[in-house]
């Protein structure tokens, strides 16, 4: 299994949009993605305009193929007008 | 449901210990608290001596009771001796 944290940091203004958005991903990603073990977008309580996504890989051709979606390059084609910044991202392999 | 993104970053030489003692922690997670539906802790493959833990709790009362189990209070006890520096978390509901 293969983790990610990505935390995102929005806009003033955006947030409704960008849930909007990530609510159609999210159910997509969940509905076509069955190697997508855990995909979950959090709000971040401590910080307005912040969210994270939980995201769980069955294995590194689940997330490479999570990578090659039409929705995922449906999203990527849209986000940046929503981001304050790049994303920020931790990576790497399930320990147990 | 409620989810976390828990960062650490460990002392040189201190990886080995550190993943034994999570190991049996996380296990202790997942046999004893039903409501920690995902605990999943991972490596962070770009960054030396950094981890990450996934969190997601099926309601406030599941994280509640988390951190006032024994074995959260034993592991609390133990590990300030691996870390580099203060843990860093993000918390939030999940949305979707």
Redesign the interface.
């Known amino acids: ?3 990610i ?1 990505a ?1 995102f940091t929005i806009q003033d203004g955006k947030a409704a949009e960008f ?1 909007a958005m ?2 159609e991903f ?2 997509t990603v969940k509905a076509k993605e069955p190697g997508a073990t ?1 995909y ?8 307005e305009n ?3 996504m ?3 890989y069955a294995d590194q051709a689940a997330l490479d193929a999570h990578g090659k979606t039409d929705h995922m390059a449906a999203l990527v084609a849209k986000i940046g007008q929503f981001l304050a910044g790049p994303p920020k991202l ?7």
Chains 1, 2 share one sequence.
């Open positions: 299994m293969i983790g944290c935390q849930e990530l609510t999210v159910t855990v979950q977008l959090c709000k971040n309580a401590k910080a912040e969210y994270f939980l995201e769980l931790v990576q790497g392999p399930a320990l147990f």
